[in-house]
């Protein structure tokens, strides 16, 4: 038995998340960004150019430059190829022989790790477990885990209940993981709100704005406080890249975009890269 042909399904928006009982702050000092799995092997099942997963790789590069930019360290978790039984253990029973290709372990090309990132060898579920991932948390100081990646209702969500079972306080971050289907995806969000952690949302993280992000003053209003210029000077019909705006600050509006259910795409936007084009895209989406 292996994993099965995965297929999109829409992440769960805001008003869709489950209630938490937990009221922790996400503190930038104490926190550390794990993404989980997301390596050739894992995103395959979704076939090429699945929806799902270009929003979650793209909700997850506009987190870890938030965590760069706020001096989160970033973490990720992969698993080996050609895993013994004796490693590998009753992973076997449940799963199969799991990676073998050599070219299908590295983590997923738009995501790949950086120098100043930090790669665990994942040997079962829980990042935590045969690894110190644990005591290099402590040796930072850090009680706060930030998770992403796949899969929601198995590695991500018991990495969450180890992490909580450590006094490492997780947090979920419900748009930025994929599972293999929305009710599974669902309960793993459930779980996690109601016995062991925090469920976010990209929007959290990253700060909702107060203005209307669809409308031209609302959107002119946040771009102008992301770039070298003022107000006066600014004309709707030249080029926000030309402007100074850069990629990750327009990875942050698509997610942000995404929460209100209108979906876009940064080489979509780049082909029309003009303050007015983009409002009346927008206005397009929201009408379909």
Not at 68 to 87: F, L, N, R, S, W
Request: charged share 25%; with cysteine; glycine share 6%.
């Amino acid at each position: 038995m292996s994993i099965p042909k995965l297929n999109h399904y829409p992440l769960p928006r805001d008003a869709e998340l489950p209630q938490n009982r937990v009221e922790w702050d996400l503190d930038p000092a104490r926190a550390v960004l794990l993404i989980h799995d997301v390596q050739h092997y894992f995103v395959g099942f979704y076939g090429e150019d699945n929806p799902l997963i270009e929003t979650m790789i793209q909700n997850i590069q506009a987190l870890k430059a938030y965590c760069y930019e706020h001096g989160i360290p970033v973490y990720y978790t992969a698993q080996p190829i050609k895993q013994g039984k004796h490693e590998r253990g009753l992973l076997s029973d449940m799963w199969g022989p799991g990676l073998q290709d050599p070219a299908q372990q590295p983590i997923v090309d738009a995501l790949a790790p950086t120098d100043k990132d930090v790669v665990l060898t994942k040997w079962r579920y829980s990042a935590f477990q045969k690894c110190d991932f644990e005591q290099q948390l402590r040796d930072q100081q850090r009680d706060q885990l930030l998770i992403v990646g796949i899969y929601g209702h198995i590695g991500v969500m018991t990495t969450a209940v180890d992490a909580f079972m450590r006094d490492i306080e997780p947090f979920l971050v419900a748009d930025a993981i994929a599972d293999f289907s929305k009710e599974e995806h669902m309960m793993a969000l459930n779980f996690v709100a109601k016995r062991c952690g925090k469920v976010v949302s990209m929007s959290e993280i990253l700060g909702t704005e107060s203005q209307d992000l669809t409308s031209l003053e609302g959107l002119k209003a946040h771009i102008l406080t992301l770039i070298d210029c003022e107000e006066d000077e600014f004309d709707e019909h030249e080029s926000l890249i030309d402007y100074g705006l850069d990629s990750v600050q327009v990875m942050n509006l698509i997610s942000l975009w995404q929460q209100q259910g209108i979906e876009t795409n940064f080489i979509e936007l780049a082909q029309i890269p003009t303050l007015a084009a983009w409002v009346e895209l927008l206005e397009e989406r929201k009408e379909d």
